[in-house]
């Protein structure tokens, strides 16, 4: 059984910074592509960023690009997000996304190439 479980949300003005976080549990997770994923009120789920197992490779949504940054600690079983220069359009509920396959830069922001998901962790960013 794999667990993922995110935290660090909150409300934060606008231009602020917030950090997440998501532990994985239950399997290895060094094999794992790890993504996040978000979605605002009334809107669909999106794709955001994501990291190859190894974290060499990493991706963004243009619409995050340059200012979040996603990093991953094999060690610690843990992914991360850095999100900068927050903006109010940046809210969301932030949802942290594994599978235990590589995905292909083609099929990176997929949300059904995703196995394993968390329950979500609230972003609130105020103007």
């Known amino acids: 059984q794999v667990q993922l479980v995110e935290s660090g949300g909150g409300l934060v003005q606008a231009g602020g910074s917030l950090r997440l976080s998501c532990v994985v549990s239950?399997?290895?997770?060094?094999?794992?592509?790890m993504g996040w994923f978000r979605q605002a009120p009334g809107k669909e789920r999106e794709f955001a960023a994501a990291?190859?197992?190894?974290?060499?490779?990493?991706y963004y949504a243009d619409s995050v690009k340059g200012r979040f940054t996603i990093s991953r600690d094999n060690a610690k079983n843990t992914m991360y997000l850095q999100m900068n220069s927050l903006k109010p359009e940046d809210t969301a509920l932030y949802y942290c996304?594994?599978?235990?396959?590589?995905?292909?830069?083609?099929?990176?922001?997929?949300?059904?190439?995703?196995?394993?998901w968390g329950q979500g962790t609230q972003v609130t960013v105020s103007s």
């Open positions: 990291i190859s197992w190894r974290g060499g490779r990493t």
């Open positions: 239950g399997r290895t997770f060094t094999s794992y592509t």
């Open positions: 996304a594994a599978d235990a396959t590589t995905i292909s830069d083609y099929y990176i922001g997929a949300m059904g190439k995703y196995d394993y």
